[in-house]
């Protein structure tokens, strides 16, 4: 069992940066692949990206790649989610989710074993 909780979403204007936290309880955080998802109304939870239990390993999805950064220290048991140049269209929910230690690359949310409770991200135009 693994505890996630993200932090740091807010109401920011277009062009700004937010950086996202999620922070791990439980179980040893390093053994598991990580990945943030985003979710709006009326839509089904998608992929944003994704990195490997080690780090060496990302995947993003082709609307956020080149704006958005992924990145964990296991030391500290957090993984952040870095978005630069924030658009009106990246308005949602995020979430941290957890799977095993290669699930980097996986972009369905059934692929991923624990979940936090998600952090809003407003973006204004």
């Known amino acids: 069992q693994v505890q996630l909780v993200e932090s740091g979403g807010g109401l920011v204007q277009a062009g700004d940066s937010l950086r996202l936290s999620c922070a791990a309880s439980g179980r040893t955080f390093s053994s598991f692949g990580m990945g943030w998802f985003r979710q709006v109304p009326g839509k089904e939870r998608a992929f944003v990206a994704g990195?490997?239990?080690?780090?060496?390993?990302?995947r993003y999805a082709d609307s956020v790649r080149g704006r958005f950064i992924i990145s964990r220290d296991n030391a500290k048991n957090t993984v952040w989610l870095q978005i630069n140049s924030l658009k009106p269209e990246d308005t949602a929910v995020y979430y941290c989710?957890?799977?095993?230690?290669?699930?980097?690359?996986?972009?369905?949310?059934?692929?991923?074993?624990?979940w936090g409770q998600g952090t809003q991200v407003t973006v204004s135009s």
């Open positions: 990195i490997s239990w080690t780090g060496g390993n990302t």
């Open positions: 989710a957890a799977g095993p230690p290669d699930s980097y690359y996986q972009t369905a949310p059934g692929k991923y074993n624990y």
